[in-house]
């Protein structure tokens, strides 16, 4: 990478193998917690999931580049690490746990989004930028949500 542009299709291609790895871990998280609240919030992202997995093929149009994902180091961590705790934590734990990776992914989500909503803008991709900023929207208000579980249902 050598230009803003390049490193703008890169972490693109980044986020759209992340949203299509959380796509496929997901369920499994929301079969191994107990939690009803937390388990329909996963189920409920996954729907969202798919809706952004939609709207990231529509950057990729705005831009005038094929919808492709390219390995995210970082995902793959993540959702290794929230595999972990899905083994060895059981009780209380498990769903305290598994909240916090799934916050940890919502975050690494939202700094992804939001650089590149600024550097769409930057690049003048006027509609790519509105699209990540819609998704970006998104990915606080689960972040949040998965908040308010944690602090009034889970933690407690």
């Known amino acids: 990478m050598k230009t803003l542009a390049d490193a703008f299709s890169h972490t693109l291609k980044d986020v759209y193998y992340a949203e299509n790895a959380i796509l496929k871990a997901g369920p499994k998280v929301a079969k191994a917690v107990?939690?009803?609240e937390l388990k329909k919030a996963i189920e409920g992202h996954m729907d969202e999931t798919k809706s952004q997995i939609a709207l990231l093929k529509d950057v990729f149009k705005a831009i005038g580049e094929k919808p492709e994902g390219e390995k995210c180091d970082a995902i793959e961590g993540l959702i290794k690490e929230c595999d972990g705790v899905l083994e060895e934590a059981e009780g209380v734990a498990l769903d305290?746990?598994?909240?916090g990776c799934l916050q940890a992914i919502e975050h690494y989500e939202i700094a992804r989004y939001g650089t590149l909503r600024e550097w769409a803008k930057e690049l003048g991709h006027k509609d790519a930028?509105?699209?990540l900023g819609q998704i970006l929207?998104?990915?606080?208000?689960?972040?949040?949500?998965l908040t308010g579980i944690a602090v009034t249902k889970v933690n407690a």
């Open 137 to 145: 929207d998104m990915e606080k208000a689960a972040n949040n949500k």
């Open 129 to 131: 930028a509105d699209i």
């Open 34 to 36: 107990k939690n009803a």
């Open 96 to 99: 305290a746990t598994a909240l």
